[in-house]
C-alpha cells in the first residue's frame, strides 16, 4: 500500500504538491533546514553538482518540485546524465549540464564500479580512485551487488572502470548561464567537495547556503573548508552525519 500511495503522489503534480506542501513533516535536519528555507524564499536558484539522476536520494527533488525552484543540475556519467534528463524532461525549469566542475576545463579520468550503474554504484564514482576503494575494502560494493543480484568480476581490480569525462570551471558556468545570484550551491562528490567550494567565484557571486558532503573528507580537510568558508563570510550552521550546511552571514 506504501508504495502505491508513493507512486500516486510522484506520479501527479497535484498530489505531490499537495502531500509535501501540507501532510509531509520533514524527519532530518537537512529538511528541517531546506524546508524552512524553500518556504520563505521565492524564486529559488540553485546548483547541484553532483546530481547523479537527479531523484534517488536526492534531498533537493522534493523542492525543486514542490516549489518550483529553477537552477542547475551537474552530472558529469554520461549514462547517468540520460537518466537525469529522462527524469526532469518535463521540467522547463531545470538546466541539465553533462559535466564536473574543476579548477580547468578539459576532459579527466572519473573512477567508478565496473558492473552496474545502479544509484547504489554510480553515487560512488569520484576523481578519487582511493575514494571508490574504500568502499570495496569496507565491503559495502560486495554487499550492495549481492542484493542486486549481480556477479561480481573474479579480480577485485577489475571492480573499478575509468570514464574520461568533460570537465568545466565554475566561472564557466556562471558565464554560460548568466547567473547573476545563487541561493543554494549543493555538492556531493564523494572527497572532491572541498576542491568544487574553492572554485565558487566568491568575487563574483556568494551564495546564500553552500551544502557539501563532508563524510568523505579527511579531519584536516574538514577543518580547512570550514576555516575557508568562514573567511569568506559564511557560518557553519549545521552539521548532520554527512552534510555540512554554511550560510553566508547577514
Known amino acids: ?47 547541484h553538482i553532483g546530481a547523479n539522476d537527479g531523484v534517488q536520494n536526492d534531498p533537493l527533488y522534493k523542492y525543486i518540485r514542490r516549489d518550483k525552484w529553477k537552477g542547475i543540475l551537474v552530472e558529469p556519467q554520461k549514462e547517468i546524465c540520460k537518466r537525469l534528463q529522462e527524469n526532469y524532461r518535463q521540467n522547463k525549469n531545470v538546466i541539465i549540464e553533462n559535466a564536473a566542475i574543476d579548477h580547468f576545463a578539459g576532459e579527466r579520468v572519473l573512477y567508478k564500479i565496473s558492473f552496474s550503474n545502479s544509484r547504489w554504484a554510480s553515487g560512488l564514482s569520484s576523481f578519487l580512485k582511493e575514494e571508490v576503494q574504500k568502499m570495496i575494502d569496507a565491503g559495502y560494493v560486495a554487499k550492495k551487488a549481492e542484493e542486486e543480484g549481480v556477479a561480481l568480476p573474479p579480480d577485485p581490480a577489475d571492480w573499478i572502470a575509468t570514464e574520461k569525462i568533460r570537465c568545466i570551471t565554475f566561472m564557466d558556468l556562471v558565464k554560460q548561464y548568466n547567473i547573476e545570484a545563487v541561493d543554494l550551491v549543493m555538492t556531493d562528490v564523494e572527497g572532491y567537495d572541498f576542491e568544487i567550494i574553492k572554485t565558487i567565484p566568491f568575487h563574483h557571486l556568494k551564495p546564500e547556503v553552500i551544502i557539501y558532503e563532508h563524510s568523505h ?12 568558508l568562514e573567511s569568506m563570510g559564511y557560518a557553519i550552521v549545521l552539521v548532520d552525519e554527512s552534510d555540512t550546511i554554511a550560510q553566508l552571514k547577514q
Open 1 to 47: 500500500m506504501k508504495k502505491f500511495f508513493r507512486f500516486l503522489i510522484y506520479r501527479y503534480n497535484f498530489l505531490f504538491y499537495f502531500y509535501y506542501r501540507y501532510c509531509w513533516k520533514p524527519s532530518s535536519s537537512l529538511d528541517v533546514f531546506l524546508n524552512a528555507l524553500s518556504r520563505k524564499k521565492k524564486n529559488f536558484y540553485f546548483i
Open 217 to 228: 573528507l579527511a579531519e584536516k580537510a574538514r577543518e580547512e573548508c570550514r576555516q575557508y
